[in-house]
């Protein structure tokens, strides 16, 4: 089956590629093993060189790598250029502080000497989504490489030229041959590549079926894995916020990227007290946004990236209608060529209802109102999917318990939840496990090795080892 780049604004077939055969997939793991006996040993300031280079390409060529997105894609062109000067900012975070983190650190024990020291894993398999095409990739290759390991992607099938473009920079940037691969493979040679004993370890970002598929076929090969997954993120506004940023945030944190982002806000969890007013504001924004042309400066909202996903979200929406819910605004295919979808608002959601329980991946909203602050974090946490979570507020107490109640991997007040090269990325429940990004995301994927010395006689010692 081809791997296809299709236009997602007009349908128009842009490339496509044959799969690699089973003989180039071989050919690929030999290199990379090859590349991890000489990389793992390259110093800090030899991999930091190159990675500051491969931001410098990245900000450079920051319009051809935006436009190549679009094009893939879907994404406003804007946002396109953002995500290009994101990957950029990761790959400078982890040139600058990679060793700092890595560095040996002492423990005290009876022992002459002894320490942990973090080590490379080898072959790291990459998992990714077509939704952030190029900074899903570098969150996760940066800090594997910075430590060492090598990376081989396999990157979702409808964004082929974004994965070969990314192969591109970290082989400009003079990273060895091999360090970093783009493996152009249908879902279903996947297995075969966990399975192979070169390859240490993997990370994906994606749905849970895809998920668990990869971590259960891991986990037969032993094999670490890291899942980042679907997220129903909630964004819960209490009487005390400030209104006005609230709702303008608000409908940005929705219709970010198209509406497709695993911590794009989706339950909009809004007190009583200022329930109407905030539906009156929020609905005529989310109806007011510009749909259009991605590659247009005044777009502002895409089209979804395939066919298949407009058809799923507008299957959602039907079902959670014949379920209860009302349609304040949207609810429908937009009616011209490309894969677009209304921004669309739904309110008086059932338990019973899809809109209650599932993620949806596209510009559609979830209101819902409540009476206290009880009700508003035990509805936030009436769900499979712990991500990300937004409060607004500007009540000590009220930010001290969202802070503390809110089952979420990261716990955002007054602010929409965003992903940070400084700080930890990643989930609770089914959103996943294991983190990304900042010090825990570069410790994912080492050897953590304890070192004990000892210099001639220790009698201590000797008593700690019979224990």
């Not at 668990?212 to 993120?233: C, H, W």
């Not at 809109?355 to 009700?375: K, T």
Request: glycine letters at 8%; proline letters at 4%; a negative charge.
């Amino acid at each position: 089956m081809a791997i296809a780049s299709v236009n997602p604004a007009t349908g128009e077939k842009l490339r496509e590629f044959a799969p690699l055969t089973e003989a180039e997939i071989e050919d690929k793991l030999q290199l990379a093993a090859r590349a991890y006996y000489q990389h793992r040993h390259t110093s800090f300031a030899e991999r930091a060189g190159m990675m500051l280079r491969a931001a410098e390409i990245l900000e450079t060529e920051k319009e051809r790598f935006a436009r190549l997105m679009t094009a893939e894609m879907g994404k406003p062109i804007q946002s396109a250029r953002d995500e290009a000067a994101k990957c950029a900012l990761v790959c400078r975070y982890y040139a600058e502080h990679a060793e700092k983190f890595l560095a040996d650190e002492a423990v005290e024990t009876s022992a002459t000497r002894s320490f942990i020291r973090y080590e490379p894993l080898g072959a790291v398999l990459a998992v990714m989504p077509w939704n952030f095409p190029f900074w899903q990739v570098f969150r996760f290759a940066a800090p594997a490489l910075m430590a060492g390991n090598v990376g081989l992607l396999k990157h979702a099938s409808n964004v082929p030229q974004c994965a070969l473009a990314i192969e591109e920079i970290f082989r400009r940037a003079g990273f060895l041959e091999g360090v970093f691969q783009t493996l152009l493979l249908n879902s279903g040679q996947v297995g075969q590549l966990i399975d192979d004993a070169r390859v240490r370890a993997a990370t994906l970002t994606g749905s849970e079926h895809a998920g668990s598929e990869v971590a259960s076929r891991a986990g037969k090969q032993i094999k670490k894995t890291v899942l980042e997954l679907g997220g129903s993120d909630p964004f819960i506004v209490m009487p005390t916020a400030d209104f006005e940023t609230a709702v303008k945030t608000a409908v940005k944190a929705r219709t970010i990227n198209n509406g497709q982002s695993c911590i794009a806000a989706k339950r909009f969890i809004v007190h009583a007290d200022v329930y109407e007013e905030f539906a009156h504001r929020f609905v005529a924004a989310m109806a007011a946004l510009r749909i259009g042309d991605p590659a247009d400066e005044t777009t502002e909202i895409g089209p979804l990236a395939t066919a298949d996903i407009v058809n799923e979200l507008d299957e959602q929406v039907r079902r959670s209608i014949a379920a209860g819910a009302r349609v304040i605004t949207g609810g429908e295919r937009v009616r011209r060529a490309g894969n677009y979808y209304a921004p669309t608002v739904l309110a008086d959601i059932q338990k019973n209802s899809p809109a209650y329980a599932e993620e949806f991946f596209g510009p559609v909203a979830l209101l819902f109102r409540v009476g206290s602050i009880e009700e508003a974090i035990g509805l936030a946490n009436d769900t499979p999917f712990g991500l990300g979570a937004s409060a607004w507020t500007n009540d000590a107490g009220e930010r001290e318990r969202f802070v503390g109640e809110l089952e979420a991997g990261a716990v955002f007040i007054n602010a929409m939840v965003a992903s940070d090269p400084r700080l930890p990325f990643g989930g609770v429940k089914r959103s996943g496990y294991g983190r990304e990004l900042g010090e825990f995301g570069i410790r994912e994927f080492v050897n953590i090795k304890t070192v004990w010395i000892n210099d001639g006689d220790n009698d201590n010692a000797r008593r700690t080892e019979t224990e």
